[in-house]
């Protein structure tokens, strides 16, 4: 018995493969550092915790295969919020962005058929497309201009007789990066001229620092019908585990073909759509102060790679992730030595290799990125503990 | 911009594509009992609920891509209580039994290849086929023998040259049918003869009455490797919104590449997942009660059905579904005509057309599927709506 092609293609999460050095490192009784995962220690917003606490039926339902029309009036008044109009009904509930994503390429493209990313990228994005049967054309963008988009021309010439969409995510994973609104502009321009739909993946929306603003291909005029939204809560309310995301779109077609998609799997989760429904409710004190803490321990990573010799990173405009080059000739096997031989006062940190972010060979090798998911003092302790690292790591960059 | 061919292609569910009849009938202050969708109306077992109410920690993270130990230790004891023995590393958590089918159709079939169903069959097992680029081939089942398999010759011949699987669906939705201990002899056997994967969906494992045996190829000897169940903890605790489900698989080819399709979408629901962790602690009790109530609650639908000339169901032995004949043209448009028309004191009631359920055009135009999952007095009078309706349905069957 094989199992298919497509499956044996499908690449491990660069993010997860590591984990079995972790836990065999977690067993030995070290402490572990985790900035190699998206999962913050900030607390959920009282409002929405205390939503699953007083859960209020005696059993758990099925909810609309679009998600219930209160999480639906909830998403759209928050959406209101961040100056985008959408009714309840052109928002469709999903299981995580994640499955926005997967419905997103199941919708826009025929198998055979490409999408443009800019790398380095989400790495799930080339798995999800796999498993449509989709390719995806990277565009590589540069650490040392802070992973901004190349001239729109280079977008441009990527683009191959079966592209039929360019995928946005800004404030990226992996990198930070929040595109301009002239970056923004000409894509969203591209797009028109080439006839290209444009999947945009929003979830770090607010997580804006420095005074930059979140560009969105959503608010540019003449181009509604071609945007696919691809968002969730997980991260604006830290509900990683609810599952709950949404595909927004003011194309109907798309929206209804994606209905069918939803209905084939039934429902979101329920507990966490009706703990989800207040997030427009949500103190903006919480989001300011959360805001706030991700951009200190953006620049405690910052100050912190400083003090490193040989190591380079940009200062980021958003998420909570950023990629950094180290004095290394392969990062995967230093994460790998860090997790299975260095140990400071009994610790380790895990950080995710950088060419799991790349499609394009031999690119991110010496680069890692860093999920700066943690409190002020763990973070310290990871940098420390980072520093020693490279400095006893005994296989050196040749260049 | 034009969607995708296979979306536009996919069916939007039978049972789900009628709501919006039924929500118009509710703003006309129609009270609609629902017999179209199993969602049951039992508690949720106490100690179940209560991990909901007493989720531990301050925010909702993110769990590992195949589940918590802890859930997958449940899993694992409950099998065991089942007479089934599969270790926590041998069940991977999905969203619901409905993820754990995509996955099974993206790792075991190449795009173009086909699998056999019996017919009638859950729909949405031709949708997520169709999403993977997997045919389904319908093998007709008699409702006159209560839809039991064919001779296993005609099921053979149903084989073609792109044919990789079985699908088995037993307790059945929508037919309630659990095929004996000889059928499924014969289907893993011919599995064997003809080199073919087995899915089992065994989600109403202990929904059996009047002693009938649940028979599972999981007991078969010498076919461990071709065979993946797909599960699901919806329908035993009655948390079908949790979204919780289970890919199990002796096969260890089959689960590494299910582990990738999971590391994409990140993680299952957390909160249901711990909740649903303690359901080998679920009192024995409470299933026999559950099971005692549906087995009451098929009776009186059968005993209804007796009642209104020219209708037919054989009774089935297992599930909260069945099958039945009436004595019209086109059961959907009288459906649609008890939803749209017919009132009695003010309500009617609402099952699923039947020729959803099949892929063979023509077939099961005159058939309606019940879900009797509504308590026994709301039951009676959802019968009695129904002989009332067909005795004013100005629309006949023509033979």
């Known amino acids: 018995m094989n199992v298919s092609t497509r499956s044996k293609e499908a690449q491990a999460s660069p993010i997860r493969r590591l984990a079995p050095y972790a836990e065999q490192a977690l067993r030995e009784g070290v402490k572990v550092y985790h900035l190699n995962i998206g999962q913050p220690d900030v607390p959920t917003p009282e409002i929405v915790m205390e939503r ?24 759209s008044r928050y959406y209101a919020q961040h100056g985008l109009d959408f009714s309840p009904a052109e928002i469709l509930t999903t299981v995580g962005g994640s499955e926005a994503l997967q419905f997103a390429f199941w919708a826009l493209f025929e198998p055979g058929e490409d999408v443009i990313v800019f790398e380095p990228f989400y790495t799930n994005y080339a798995t999800m497309a796999l498993l449509a049967g989709v390719g995806v054309i990277p565009v590589p963008c540069d650490g040392r201009t802070g992973y901004h988009l190349p001239p729109i021309e280079a977008v441009e010439r990527a683009i191959g007789p079966k592209t039929r969409g360019i995928l946005v995510c800004a404030p990226s994973n992996p990198t930070g990066t929040a595109y301009t ?61 609810a599952r709950v995301g949404t595909l927004v779109s003011k194309n109907a077609a798309v929206r209804e073909v994606c209905l069918k998609f939803a209905q084939a799997r039934l429902s979101p989760p329920s507990v966490g759509m009706h703990a989800a429904a207040v997030l427009d409710k949500v103190p903006a004190e919480y989001t300011r102060g959360v805001v706030a803490e991700f951009k200190k321990r953006r620049d405690l990573v910052l100050e912190g790679l400083a003090k490193i010799p040989g190591t380079f990173a940009r200062k980021p405009e958003g998420a909570f992730y950023l990629m950094a080059e180290l004095p290394v000739p392969d990062a995967e096997e230093f994460v790998i030595w860090m ?4 140990r400071k006062d009994g610790a380790t940190v895990m950080v995710a290799p950088g060419d799991g972010f790349y499609a394009t060979p031999g690119r991110g090798k010496n680069e890692i990125r860093f999920a700066y998911v943690l409190e002020e003092g763990a973070l310290r302790r990871s940098m420390e503990i980072l520093a020693g690292a490279l400095a006893e790591y005994p296989v050196k960059a040749t260049r």
């Open 181 to 241: 609104a002239a970056e923004i502009d000409a894509i969203v321009a591209l797009a028109v001229r080439r006839d290209l739909w444009i999947i945009t993946d929003e979830a770090y929306r607010e997580f804006i620092y420095d005074g930059a603003t979140h560009e969105s291909p959503l608010t540019r005029k003449g181009v509604a019908e071609r945007v696919v939204l691809v968002d969730s809560i997980s991260k604006r309310l830290n509900m990683c585990g």
């Open 52 to 75: 699953i606490r007083s859960y209020p039926t005696r059993y758990v339902p099925y909810a609309p295969s679009n998600g219930t029309l209160e999480f639906r009036e909830g998403m």
């Open 339 to 342: 997790l299975k031989e260095y």
